[in-house]
Each structure stands twice: as C-alpha cells, then as structure tokens.
C-alpha cells in the first residue's frame, strides 16, 4: 500500500521566518495535492502538481514536486499568523484512492 | 465553501446503533468519496462512487457501506457502531473517474462529526 510521510508532524514558527514541510511518498504517482485544515473545519484545496518538476505558488506558500525523489515540498514564506493550521498532502495512487500523510501542525507565533 | 454538502453536521449516538451519513455533490461532479478522520488513525479513504456504482475501497470496515444515488448523493451507513468509530467523517466529490482525467482534485463538505457513547 502506497505511504506517505510528512515532517514536521509539528511546527512553531515565528512570524516573518520561513520553512518548509516535507512530503515523501512510497510509489510512483504524478499527482499530489496540498490541502490546509483549520481546527474543526474541513480541507481546503491548495495546490495539485501534476508533473514532475511543477511548482504552484500562493502567495506565501509555494508548492513543488519531484516524482523521481517522490518528494514534495510546501514552502512557507516570511510567515504570518493567519497560516497557522495543519497541512496535508495527499498523493493520488491507483484507483483514485487518495493517500494522505499525517499532516503538519503549523503554529506561526506572532 | 466547496459546494459540498454533508448532513448531519453532529450526531451522538450510543454503541450498538445504527446511523446514516448523507453527501451531496457540487453540481456537475459525479465522483463521490468518503473519508474518516480520528485522531489516532488520521484520515483514512474509505470508498470511493461514481455515478452510481463503488470504483474504489479503502480501509472500510464491513459493519460500514455506501451507496450513490440517481441524483447522485451518498450515503455512508454505519452499523453496530463501537466507541472507536467516533470520528469526523467527510465527504469529497470530484469530476473525473480517473487520474487520466484531468487534475481529479478533490473538494470536502463540512463534515460530520460522530460521537458514540
């Protein structure tokens, strides 16, 4: 069954730093989605990178994917406080079955 | 909003019993999927429809099931429910069957939030 890690599982961070979260997945798969929970609320669609070497940008995140390392990366620029939740990728496998990693709690201290 | 529509948004419910989960799509999208999240587990794919008939499964226990209808809403029913299937259940809904077509990016209703007593 397809795997897929993420780290940081936590993250504190003070404004205006920058970071980036970790995604690795455990089969090949060209399809990966970034989505940004807030506490009790449900997942908000961020970025689909859908080819090797796709790099997506909003504002201060930005998103890219590596399917030969199977690595993706979530970058955080100058951080701010409203950024604070817990972000997810998801890598699509066979079948559409979505695989999500346990999520990154980000915590941006003002 | 994602245009995903989900009810009940909370559900209390004592162990042993039976319950419903009810979805509607956005409008257009004939994929639905359905997911589970605790604490311990995290989120979990549980089964996937598209336009009527089940495409995909995931870890769904068999006292769980789903159906799709004409009008393409869901249902996920739960049975002789045990204190660790409380949990958030959502649902998703998407155009595409496949990965071949287009991004097949996901959007989630609200939520429903079970709790089993």
Same mark, same amino acid.
Request: charged share 25%.
């Given at each position: 069954e397809l795997k897929v890690e993420q780290n940081p599982l936590f993250l504190s961070m003070q404004e205006g730093k920058n970071y980036t979260i970790y995604c690795n997945y455990s089969t090949t798969s060209d399809r990966l989605y970034w989505y940004r929970q807030d506490p009790g609320k449900s997942l908000e669609s961020l970025?689909? @990178?859908?080819?090797?070497?796709?790099?997506?940008?909003?504002?201060?995140?930005?998103?890219? @994917?590596?399917?030969?390392?199977? @690595?993706?990366t979530l970058h955080i620029t100058a951080a701010v406080h409203d950024l604070s939740a817990t972000y997810f990728c998801a890598v699509d496998g066979n079948f559409n079955k979505f695989y999500f990693g346990s999520g990154t709690k980000l915590n941006v201290k003002p | 909003d994602s245009g995903v529509t989900q009810t009940p948004k909370h559900l209390i419910t004592a162990t042993g019993q039976r319950v419903t989960l009810r979805c509607s799509p956005r409008s257009g999208d004939l994929s639905v999927y359905w997911y589970q999240q605790s604490l311990d587990q995290g989120l979990q794919f549980l089964i996937q429809y598209y336009?009527? *008939? *089940?495409?995909?499964?995931?870890?769904? +226990? &068999?006292?769980?099931?789903? =159906? =799709?209808?004409?009008? +393409?809403?869901? *249902? !996920?029913?739960?049975?002789? +429910? &045990? !204190?660790?299937?409380?949990? +958030?259940?959502?649902?998703a809904s998407s155009v595409a069957l496949t990965s071949n077509e287009g991004q097949n990016e996901q959007f989630f209703g609200p939520g429903t939030r079970l709790t089993v007593l």
């Open positions: 970025f689909v @990178l859908l080819s090797n070497g796709a790099v997506k940008q909003e504002g201060r995140l930005m998103a890219s @994917l590596d399917t030969k390392a199977r @690595l993706s | 336009n009527g *008939e *089940e495409r995909a499964k995931g870890n769904i +226990l &068999e006292r769980f099931s789903a =159906q =799709q209808f004409p009008d +393409l809403h869901s *249902e !996920l029913n739960l049975s002789s +429910l &045990e !204190l660790g299937d409380s949990a +958030l259940y959502f649902c």
